[in-house]
Structure formats: C-alpha cells, structure tokens
C-alpha cells in the first residue's frame, strides 16, 4: 500500500471533474494520430472498499487486448518499498519544529480526540502520512486488495508488459513537500469530511461526475498544493502515455483525477493529436478469477520433513538464540511482499529442541499448553504486540495452537500458529495490514502445509552461555564495555537492503540469571553528519532529544517511563532512564543510557524478562561503559 496517501489525495486523485467531459465514463480509447492499434485509458481509485469494484464490463477485454499495462507507479516490490520508505521526515526534521507551540498543542488534542492517535509519537512522520493514519479509518476494507493494484494483478496474471507512468522520486518528493499546516488545515475543515466516504464511493461507482466534482470542491487546503499534485503531473503522464502508446497498445490505469479538465491528461492528449473518447458499456456483474499464485513456490528444505507455499522465494536466515534450556539453532524462511499487497511477509520458524527437554509424544496436555503459550508470547518480542485473539487450527490435519496479535501499535496484525512434533517446533506466521479473517493468501498459505515422516535424532543439550564478564573493546566505535556472555555484532542495516559501513553497529548478549529469568545486554553507536556536533546543540534540544529516545521505546505512554536522570561522560551530558516495555504479562525492566558524544550517538540497555536485577547488578554493566582515546 502507499502509505503517504492521504484522504485528500484518494478525493483528488479521482474527483479532479468539471462538466467539460459529460459523458459518465472512467473508460476511454485513445487513437489516431498514426496509431495502428488503439490504446485505453482507465481512470482508478486506490480503495478497497468492493463497491468501488464495479467495473466496466469492456475494462479487462480492454486490458486483454493490449500488449502492455501501466500505472501511475508500477507495483514492483522495489516501487512500493521505496514509497513505504517515503512516510518519514527527513533526519532530524519533526513536526513540531515547524508550528507554533499553540498550532502543535491543538493538533495534538484534534487528533487525540478525533482519532485517538498521540501526535507526540508521530512527528517524524510527513504530513501526509499522518492524516493517512487518521482517515484511512474511515473507508471500508472489504476486498484484499486495491483497485489500480486489481487491475494490475490481472495484467500480470495475463503476462502483459508493464510500467509505471511517472517517476518514483516524483511522488517520494511530492508527498514530503507537503507542509505541516496542511494537518491544520484538515484539522480546522474536519466537519466537511463527515460521511464523505460514502459519498465517494457511491458517486465513483456510479460514474456520477457532478456528485464527484462538488466533493472535489469542498477541500479548500488542497487548492494550495493542485499545482504540484494534478497540473504539473498531468504534464509528466501525458508525455508518458504519448512514448508507451507509439510503441505497443497499452492500457493506462492513472487516478480518475487526472484525465478531466483543460490542463487534464485527455485534454494534453487531444492537443499531441490523439482522439480520446469514452467507452460506455454495461457494468461487471462478477469480477474475473486472478491467478494471484502463479509465482507461489513450494518451500521443502532437505530433511526438514515438511513443505509449504510461498508467494515467492523466500530468503534463508539463521540464528542461535538463548533459551533457559540451552542455545537453540532457529532456521527462518521469510517471503516479503510488495508494500501494495495485503499480507506484508509471510515466513515460517524451524526449531529443533534437546528431546530429553521437549517432546510433544511424552509431554501431558497441561505441559504442551504451557509449551505453546510460551512460544507464542516469545514470538511477539520486538514488535510491541499484545494477543487480540487465540485459537487451535489444523496443519496438515494436526491440531495448531494459534494467535492474532496486534503489532508495530496497531499498525498491522500478526498471526502465528504453533505446532510442535516430537521435539521440533514449527512457528508459522503471517503479517498483514488488512482483515484477517478475510485473507485468501493467509488461508492459501497455512492449508498449503505438509508435514512428511520424519525421525529426529536425538539430541544433546546444548550448554547455557558462559556467565563470565568479558570486556568488549569496539575499535570502531572507540568504547569498551563489559558483557556477560557470548556477545554478538552486527549492522542494524535498513529493511531489505544489505548492511553498510554507515549503518548503526550493535552488540548483544543473552543470558539467563539463577533464577531462569531472561537476561540481554545491548550496546550500540550511529555516527552522525559533522553539522550534527553535539558542541552546536543546545543542552534544552539535547535533553528534547534523549527524552523522545525513551517516549519512542515505550510508545509514549509517560507511566512506563520509572526514571530519568542526567549525569556526564567525558564532560558531556547524558541521560539514564528506567522503562518497562509491555510483553503480554511479562514486562520487560529495562535501564539504559543515551549518549550523544560529539558526532556518535550511543545507546546502551539492560533488560531482564520477569523481574528486576539488583542495582549492584545493572550498574555493573552501565557503569563500565567507557569511551576510549579521543
């Protein structure tokens, strides 16, 4: 999904009509002008509400007759990425640095009330994407996917060649020029939305141009930003269509928006010469079957007695994790989607436990309840989820445990279903951001699982880490620290690109204290610009500064936050803090420092899952934290 569109934008990138195109129609032929084949143009709405799928019964005999399909930007996995990656500020930019301390405060309380987001926890997102937040609650969801990604699904289910119409820096660009007051401006015309949804969807759906002209009318904080969001793309697309249609036919799906008005695409066509003329015909009573699977793969790792479908080919990862059992080897198969689709990642976990310790052939029902409640929670550590739902489901005729958990602060939903045979567990789990109990590649994916005989070896089990004290000297980021354990390094690269010098580096340790309980130690740096000296920051703007690092880890809720202190490094000031960080009834007690030191920024935590250490204990790693020579 492009997750910078706002309200706004869904109105104007279909709703830009006057009564200067009369007939009702979101279908036109594009020819003459030395065409030997005529060209289609289809005007779409990025909604999936199913009463918007009421399509032109000539659209898809349209699509099928021409050689190649494009969209404003075409939905490759690259494309949509990239988008998704443009709802952020640029570093060191926020909202709130830009209004007024009063505009802020009442946008704080609009956006509280009226949807009950916190803004705090938003600033360092653009504009746009914050009222996307906000107003995407306001349109149904009832179809798995989009309109223009619809059709763009049956073009390639029909082995079409497709293109985008427009740049992707064009619209990353637009979307983050789009300036703060513009959420004052929603904010203060907020009554004029009410029932608007409806309103569009009945009015697109009925091809009712009048309807759709005086919604597009009633957002006057639009008006100021028309030139740059319809005019000038206009322009772009219409020299876009001019190159694609010379070179082969192609059906051009671009927002309803766009095509009207002098100044719009089918006026720019007509003056490069081409006729341009609606199409009228009756409307699809039922929606043609997309072979949505015909890239899905089939996942069979060699002895691994199991197989399952994935819609592509997954990356392989691997990782040793600490368990109150011993070190456990994890085998991660994870399939990520195009930021379009509905389901975000699909992926599938592989853990062989010691059989002495977990075997699912000897353990009672109340231990293998136990089992899976604990793997289940466990699985949702890093994505601030809680349980909305559990239940039982069948793999492979085998009876799962499962559970829908709401992550990333309600953003999207996980569902994870557990199944353990002998002592090897199987974590299947599926992140989508639409309805759950509505998703065709969810049920596609988990009913595709087969689990095949096979014999486990025995194993034996595996040593807890050493509980030793290490001191860990990081040339690169020119501090030591003692640590407890085996201890880790990596990059924190970016989501789907590879880790680079550049990237923030970061150590971990896990271990368990006498008592079973989980234990992490985690130390990391980033280096910023030379203008980011932390010598030219105020001591006010660095304090604002470490108080949004610890509000972030706890979602803003204030009461999770123990304790903040300021002391000083080196002669330059920190600050300690004590938070807890919810885990489904298991909180986890973390103390850290953040530390901006010059142009290196450093983050250092102590966390326990199940109670709180000591003082003695949790100073001992903080306080051994030292910056070597400058």
Partial sequence: MNRSKTLTLLIISFLFFLSTIQAQSLLWEISGNGLEESSYLFGTVHLSDK??????????????????????IEATPENTTTLGNSIYLDDGQTIDKVLSEKEYAYLKKFFKETFDLNLDGLKIFTPMSIVSMATMKLFKSDMDTYVDNFLYQYAKSKNKKTFSVEPVQLQIDLLKN???????????????????????????????????????????????????????????????IDLFVNRQSTFIAIGTGHLPLEGGVIDLLRKKGFEVNPIIAPKTIALPEINKNGSWVTLAPDESGFSIDLPNQPESQEMDKVS????????????????????????????????????????????????????????????????IKRGEMKLDNFVAKTADFSAYNGLATIKYVALLRKNRLFLLQVITKGNIEKNAGLKKFFNSFKLEHYDLEKTTLTKLPSKEWETLI??????????????????????????????PLYYMSENFDEDGNELFLFAQFEDFPPEDHSDSIS?????TFYDNIFLGIVGNDKERILSQKTFKINGYLAQRGEYLIPDDGNDICVNAIAFWYKTRYYFIQHGTVGKKLTEREINKFLNSFKILDD
């Fill in 324 to 387: 109150e059992i011993g070190i456990l080897n994890i085998q991660f198969y994870i399939s990520e989607m195009p930021a379009e689709d509905e389901n975000l990642a699909y992926g599938i976990a592989i853990t062989d436990y010691p059989i002495e310790k977990i075997n699912s052939e000897t353990m009672t029902k109340a231990e293998l309840d136990e089992y899976y409640d604990k793997s289940l929670r466990g699985a949702t550590t890093g994505v601030k989820g809680k349980i």
């Fill in 51 to 72: 009463r918007v799928f009421n399509f032109n019964d000539s659209v898809f005999a349209k699509i099928n007759e021409c050689d190649a399909f494009t969209m404003e």
């Fill in 474 to 503: 990081s040339e690169e980021g020119n501090f030591s620290i003692s640590m407890l354990g085996k201890t880790t390094g990596r990059r924190n690269a970016s989501e789907g690109e590879a880790p680079k010098n550049t990237d």
């Fill in 178 to 240: 789009v300036p703060a007051e513009y959420l004052l401006d929603v904010a203060n015309e907020w009554d004029t939305y009410q029932g608007m949804s409806d309103k569009i969807v009945n009015a697109y759906a009925k091809e009712d141009m009048d309807a759709l002209i005086e919604i597009m009318f009633s957002d006057s904080g639009f008006k100021k930003m028309e030139d740059a969001f319809i005019w000038d793309r206009n322009k772009t697309m219409a020299d876009s």
């Fill in 539 to 543: 001591t006010e703007v660095l304090m």
